[in-house]
C-alpha cells in the first residue's frame, strides 16, 4: 500500500547484506561513510546510554544450516535518548560476530559506559556495527551529551556535508559543512565534538554551540 511503512528487515538478513556488500578479495576490513554524530543520531532508530553486562557468541537464526555467528552483548541500559516508541529497555544487542563484517568489540564486566546507537529489527532485537556511533561515554563532550537530549533530534532537517579539499561551498540553504578533516586531518575534531548545525525559523541551518555563532576557521575554509 503506498505509503506504508517499510518493515524492519531481520537481523539474519541484515547480516547476508552485510557479506554481499563486501567485496570479494579486500581482506579484514570494514569501511563506513564518514558522517558527523549530529547525523548518526538522527539516522539512528535507537540511541541509548549503557554498559557491558556480558557476551556470548550466538547463532545468527534458528535455522541449523546456518553457519553464521553474531556477538551478544548483555547491557545494562542507564538511559534512552532515542527509540522509545520501539523499545522501551534494551537487554541485549547484536553485533556481526567477524570483524569484516563490521563487527563491534566492546568492553564487557567493566565500569565503562558507551554510547550507542543503532536499528531495531522487526523481531525487536537491536543491531549495532561500526558504521553507527559507538563511543565510551567518558569520550563525548559537554556538548554532545546535551545535544543528545535535545538538539540533535531538532536539527535532523539539516544537511551536513563533509569537507575533504578546498573550495568546499554550500549547495542548499539547509547545509552545514563540516571541516574537521580539512582542519584537523581527522573526522571527529573539534567540530564534532563541540557544535551542532542547528535550523534557523527561515530554513536556513548554521553551526552552533550553545549560543556562540560558528568559528571564524571554519568560515575561513570554504572560501574559494
Given at each position: 500500500m503506498p505509503g506504508s511503512p517499510r518493515p524492519a528487515p531481520s537481523w539474519a538478513l541484515l547480516l547476508?547484506?552485510?557479506?554481499?556488500?563486501?567485496?570479494?578479495?579486500?581482506?579484514?576490513?570494514?569501511?563506513?561513510?564518514?558522517?558527523?554524530?549530529?547525523?548518526?543520531?538522527?539516522?539512528?532508530?535507537?540511541?541509548?546510554?549503557?554498559?557491558?553486562s556480558s557476551e556470548k557468541v550466538v547463532s545468527a537464526s534458528a535455522d541449523p544450516a546456518d553457519t553464521e555467528k553474531m556477538l551478544r552483548y548483555e547491557i545494562k541500559q542507564i538511559k534512552m535518548f532515542k527509540g522509545f516508541e520501539k523499545v522501551k529497555d534494551v537487554q541485549y544487542i547484536y553485533t556481526p560476530f567477524d570483524s569484516s563484517l563490521c563487527g563491534v568489540k566492546l568492553e564487557a564486566n567493566s565500569q565503562k559506559q558507551y554510547l550507542l546507537t543503532g536499528q531495531v529489527?522487526?523481531?525487536g532485537k537491536v543491531f549495532i556495527h561500526l558504521c553507527n556511533y559507538i563511543e565510551p561515554w567518558e569520550d563525548l563532550s559537554l556538548v554532545?551529551?546535551?545535544?543528545?537530549?535535545?538538539?540533535?533530534h531538532l536539527n535532523c532537517a539539516c544537511q551536513i556535508t563533509t569537507c575533504y579539499t578546498v573550495p568546499c561551498t554550500i549547495s542548499a540553504p539547509n547545509e552545514c559543512l563540516w571541516t574537521d578533516w580539512l582542519l584537523e586531518?581527522?573526522?571527529?575534531?573539534?567540530?564534532?565534538?563541540?557544535?551542532?548545525?542547528m535550523k534557523h525559523a527561515d530554513g536556513t541551518c548554521s553551526w552552533y554551540r550553545g549560543h556562540l555563532l560558528l568559528r571564524k576557521e571554519f568560515v575561513d575554509i570554504i572560501q574559494p
Open positions: 547476508r547484506l552485510l557479506a554481499l556488500l563486501w567485496p570479494p578479495g579486500l581482506g579484514e576490513a570494514c569501511s563506513c561513510a564518514p558522517a558527523h554524530p549530529q547525523q548518526h543520531i538522527c539516522h539512528s532508530a535507537l540511541v541509548i546510554r549503557a554498559k557491558i529489527l522487526s523481531d554532545q551529551r546535551e545535544s543528545l537530549n535535545h538538539h540533535y586531518q581527522k573526522l571527529y575534531g573539534y567540530q564534532a565534538q563541540h557544535y551542532v548545525c
